[in-house]
T-cell receptor, first 112, second 117 residues
Framework: GENVEQHPSTLSVQEGDSAVIKCTYS??????FPWYKQELGKGPQLIID?????GEKKDQRIAVTLNKTAKHFSLHITETQPEDSAVYFC???????????FGQGTRLTINP | GAVVSQHPSRVICKSGTSVKIECRSL??????MFWYRQFPKQSLMLMAT?????????EQGVEKDKFLINHASLTLSTLTVTSAHPEDSSFYIC?????????????FGPGTRLTVL
């Protein structure tokens, strides 16, 4: 089955700098890759997703890149702000299977 | 759009009792709903997948007689933790796939914190 590895487990950056979180997946049939932000005591919130027919997607300060050949995808946050502090999860799924397989999560801390 | 609610947000119960958690998609119909549990500082673990009107599919290691799932309509799924014990204390989160549009996208509820004394 699918296996998703996420790195780093913790990341601390200065406010205004960029943050990058990376994930790798094992199943070449996976074709959908969402990213979720989870704040303490809350459910995960979808922040951006990408499908395998595109290599990059951007939404304001957030971007995701996908390398299907290498089976990895990354989340990029630019001009970080204190409210970006949270745990971020990547995930992968095969549309036919519907199930999401999650990475281990990255605790991002933005230092003022 | 794509709002999922859960009720209750927190519940404390005595060992041996049963607890029901509701998951509702408020502004869309859901083809499929999912139930996860999450332990502190860990990732989400899928417990089961449910489709409206059919039996839930449980992940390996999840006891179907202990975690009863009912998906009565396209907007409501319930999880009942039967004969709860302290080891069942966890954060339970549901998610839903919309029936129309991006059907592989999962929208998550706010979670339910269960504490079993």
């Amino acid at each position: 089955g699918e296996n998703v590895e996420q790195h780093p487990s913790t990341l601390s950056v200065q406010e205004g700098d960029s943050a990058v979180i990376k994930c790798t997946y094992s199943d070449s049939a996976s074709n959908y890759f969402p990213w979720y932000k989870q704040e303490l005591g809350k459910g995960p919130q979808l922040i951006i997703d990408i499908r395998s027919n595109v290599g990059e997607k951007k939404d304001q300060r957030i971007a995701v890149t996908l390398n299907k050949t290498a089976k990895h995808f990354s989340l990029h946050i630019t001009e970080t702000q204190p409210e970006d502090s949270a745990v971020y999860f990547c995930a992968a799924s095969n549309q036919g299977a519907q199930k999401l397989v999650f990475g281990q999560g990255t605790r991002l801390t933005i230092n003022p | 759009g794509a709002v999922v609610s859960q009720h209750p947000s927190r519940v404390i119960c005595k060992s041996g009792t049963s607890v029901k958690i509701e998951c509702r998609s408020l502004d869309f119909q859901a083809t499929t709903m999912f139930w996860y549990r999450q332990f502190p500082k860990q990732s989400l673990m899928l417990m089961a997948t449910s489709n409206e009107g059919s039996k839930a599919t449980y992940e390996q290691g999840v006891e179907k007689d202990k975690f009863l799932i009912n998906h009565a309509s396209l907007t409501l799924s319930t999880l009942t933790v039967t004969s709860a014990h302290p080891e069942d204390s966890s954060f339970y989160i549901c998610s839903a796939n919309p029936r129309q549009g991006a059907r592989d996208t999962q929208y998550f509820g706010p979670g339910t914190r269960l504490t079993v004394l």
